[in-house]
């Protein structure tokens, strides 16, 4: 029955969790990552509606859209169906495939978001502003007090490097929660740069850090007990 469910079921079995931060503006975003886009254009179609159902004020992506150049038009052009401003940054199999990077580009910024490689960007009037690292050099930031601070980084050790900066929140992808997990004793495995940070909610000295499962796969097409997720932040 687990072998069952783990190849048929919850792969494409997409879960909506939602988090509300302290001190809220009264925004609301959607966090994706990890599409490892390979041709199942029904599944993402589904992702993105699920996305749009939750009419958000913009939405981050953290890394992964495809493993093959090859599907990378494709996937944007799914992904451009997204109705609210889009946001992302690349993740380790982006580079990996060597993809275009002007495509996702003029794809984010067609969706009315921008496509962050190592830069900052203000939104919402400038009540949020969004940081996007690679995770291939130093970037330094400098978080205010007057606004909502959210740093994107594909690699959840990526908060480590920021350990006397504070952010309101970050979001990671990259770890797939292991894809397999088993109660009480967690992930099977998990790639490199996760450390300790392999799902859900941590606090770190950077701040509240949010690991998201990932909506594709990487080698083998099972999930048990790590469903596929959109995570809903009002913030």
């Known amino acids: 029955m687990a072998v ?5 079921l919850e792969p494409t079995w997409l879960k909506i969790r939602q988090f509300e931060l302290p001190n809220p503006i009264g925004k609301r975003f959607v966090h994706f990552t990890d599409v490892h886009y390979k041709g199942d254009r029904e599944y993402l179609e589904k992702v993105v509606a699920a996305i749009n159902a ?4 913009f939405a981050c992506f953290t890394g992964d859209l495809v493993e093959d150049a090859q599907f990378l038009p494709e996937c944007l052009q799914i992904i451009l169906g997204i109705k609210s401003p889009l946001y992302g940054i690349p993740g380790n199999h982006d580079y990996w495939a060597e993809i275009d990077f002007d495509l996702p580009r003029k794809t984010f910024a067609a969706a009315g978001g921008k496509w962050l490689m190592d830069e900052e960007f203000a939104i919402c009037e400038n009540r949020v502003r969004l ?18 601070n959210i740093l994107l980084t594909h690699y ?3 908060v480590d ?4 900066t504070k952010f309101d929140l970050s979001i990671a992808g990259h770890s797939h929660g292991g894809q ?3 109660p009480y004793f967690g992930a099977l495995i998990v790639p490199f740069a996760v450390g300790e940070y392999d799902l859900g909610m941590f606090e770190t000295s950077a701040g509240p850090l949010y690991v998201n499962p990932g909506i594709g796969y990487f080698y083998l097409n099972v999930r048990l007990c790590c469903r596929p997720e959109i995570t809903v932040f009002s913030i």
Do not use: E, M
């Open 4 to 8: 069952a469910d783990s190849a048929a």
């Open 161 to 164: 490097s920021f350990r006397h």
């Open 131 to 148: 940081y996007g690292i690679t995770g291939t050099k130093v970037f330094n930031v400098n978080p205010g007090s007057d606004r909502k």
């Open 180 to 182: 397999v997990r088993l």
């Open 156 to 158: 959840p050790i990526g």
């Open 54 to 57: 939750q009419n958000p004020d």
